[in-house]
Each structure stands twice: as structure tokens, then as C-alpha cells.
């Protein structure tokens, strides 16, 4: 792991780019000198590490205490894609931004895209949880379907808290019930691109034995911003 | 209002049986001088306000800074009863118990209920805010049905959080509409008095334009203990 630049923000936060082989990363630490319990961090769908919505989120968890990591996986965020994975793209943003039935081009470019990033968080948290002033146990918090991956297949991970979860890949809806780990789902009641009923059914078919559903009223990006501290507080009671 | 007796907490918190006319109540405050906002507390279904689980709760949000009241309004508790509310009870635990249809004898004891207890909630309210040290705005905890009804009549409760919600009162399922204050609604995703998608549809009704569910795996027993905390801080962002 190679840092190639960093900045103290106001409250003390350190942000750090970083590079791992071929893959970009962010990591946001306090500025306290205790060890700080890790966040993962993933914004829905690929989306960059560097969206401003993820970005203010792991500089306020930060600033509560969290080591947090967010990185561009393969096909994901900034990085470089095939002619294939590209067409999956835009065929997707298309039928979104249409309201077609996108079921089947969701399959097609979420899927494999969850797939090729989840080698690439792993391999993120080797090198993170190597770092001095790093902890375990291990939060994830963002993107339901790199998520329900990573939890089955990374015992480190202890807790997560997940984001919407209407669309979700075939393969990880049938992984949920493997799923045992804490779990808080955060849902918006009136998401536009996610119908309510399939991430109600999704939190029912968690395996947990401890799941915490929150909806609040609002589209998409309609979250209040209490359920940020929320996940704060969900961290600090698996995490610390 | 007369208060009959008292006893001081370990943490600081006072506690005060009152009585006002024929109502009972008890009244919890802080230990600190500070003027408090106040929250009334009713159990579901008319239940007695000396059972220990609100009890329980009372003294924990006093704690955290709260004026925490409850009553035995009328027909409820330990209050008198007449013979056909007598009746009433009996049929419903009899029905809940054996696990019939309970919706008709629900109906016939719960909605009566909820119609009588509201005015001796007003009357202590009126009470309650001519005490010194207690302030407004005011806050609403438990039981749905009494929650709904005095939202609807009370202006001077600015926020409520409902536990449970699978039964209601038809009367009251056609006033959620009306109740626009912000709501934090509490089920327990396997009640199992509580049918699940009447709850979720009930949250649906409400007409508040800030509404937030949490919903935790387990049975009507088993809220968590973090969603006590969680229920002070909603009315931390409303009452304070």
C-alpha cells in the first residue's frame, strides 16, 4: 500500500489516497491516536469512492472515531473497463433513467460487477488492517449487494449496515440467508429505484439473528441525516 | 394534582405517585434543576401504568433528561370497571391467548377504551404543564391507538414514537391521515400479536412528512434494549 497524498481536514480527520497495486483507494482516520475500529465503505452499485455523499459520510465517521476505507474495486468507481462492461453501463443508467423494467440488465452488469470487486475489498482489507492504529473487528457499510458478498466469504467482517437493497443480484439474495452478522438496513419508504416490497423481503431472508430495519419517508437521497450517527451508534455497539 | 408520595433513584431521578380527581399517574423527573421537556408514557391496550416494563423505561428516559409521565386513565389499569368492560377484557385476553381472530373483540373493548382514556390524558396534561420545571413542547410514547387519538386533538404534542401498530382500532386507522407531527413507529418484525403488514401499512397511513420505522427480528417481548436510547434521541431532535 502506497500513499500518494493526504490532508488534515478541520476536525482533525486524516484523508489519504492510496494505491494497492492496481487499485485506488481513500482512507479517513481520526485524529485521535487510539486505534480506531475500521469501516469499508461502498457506494451503491460502483459508484466512485470519490462521490461527494460517500465522501462527507466517512469524514463524519471518521470524525466519530472510525478508521474508514473506501476504494474504486475492479470495474467499479474510476477504473478502467472493458467494451463489454461499458455497454452493461450505460444499458442500465438508460433503463433507470427510462423507468424500463431493468431486471434482467441489472443482473447482467450488477452481478458480475459484485463478483470482480469483492477480491479487491479483500485484498484492500489485508493491507488496511496491517496498517498501525487499525483495529478489528471489521465494519462494512454502503452497498447491499458487495455486502451480502463480502460477508460470506470474509469472517473478519462483524457488522454491516446496508444501503436500500430493492435491486439486489439474483446470486446475493439467494446468499442472504448466510448472512449472520449484525445487520442494520437503511431504506428509503418511497425509493424510486427501489421497489419497498423486495427490500422488505430481503431483510426478512437475512440470516442474523440480530437485523435492525430503519425506513424513514423520502426518495433515494431523501435520507435524514440522524441515520448517519445511527450507523455510528450501530458500529459502536458491534465494533468497540 | 396532588402528589401522595415520593421516592428519590440512585441516579437522581424523583418519582412521584399523583393523583388528580380520579386519576392515578406517576410523574418522573430529573435530577437536575433544569426546566425538562415532558413525555407522556401509556402502555399498550390500557395496561397499568405500574408495570414494570414502563416503569423500566420511565425511569431511564428521566434519567436521560426527561419529565416522564403516566396515568391509569379511565378503564384502565387498575381503574374501576364496569361489568361489560369487565367483559370486554376478559373476551380479548381469552381471544389473543387462544390465538382466534381477535380483530371484532378488539374492536369492541380497545376502541371504547381509547375513546374514554383520551380526556383524563388532556386533563393531566393541563396539569402536568402547570408544574414547575416542566416544559413544552411535548412528547408521545407507546401505545398507538391512545397515540394516534390524542394527536388529533392535541396540538401541544409535537412528536410521538408508537410501539407495535398491528392492531389498531378502525377509528384510529382512519385517523393516522391526520397525524402530521413526526413519528418514530417501533415494531418488532415477529410480533406475534401484531400482524406485520398491518403495521407496515399503518406507518404508510400516517400523513406526518417525517416518519421513520425501526423494526427488529424477535417477538413482541423482545425491542432491544439500544431502541430505548434511540426513542430519546428522536424526541432529543423534536422536544429540545
Redesign the interface.
Known sequence: MRFISEQRLDDGVLEREFTLGEIPGTLWTPGSAAPAPLILMAHNNGLPKSASRLVARARLSAAAGYAVASIDARGCGDRPRSADEERARADFRRAMQAGDPADEVFESFIGPLVEKAAPDWRTALDALLALPGIGGPVGYSGWTALGIRLATLEPRIAAAGFFAGGYVPRAQREQAPQVAIPLLLLLQ?DDEGNPRQRA?DL??AFG??????????GGHLGT?W?ERE?GD?FFG?HLR
Not at 442474523?208 to 419517508?217: C, D, G, P, Y
Request: charged share 30%.
Open positions: 419508504w422488505l431483510f426478512d442474523s439473528t440480530e437485523k435492525t430495519l430503519h425506513a424513514n419517508l435524514p440522524f445511527d451508534r455497539r
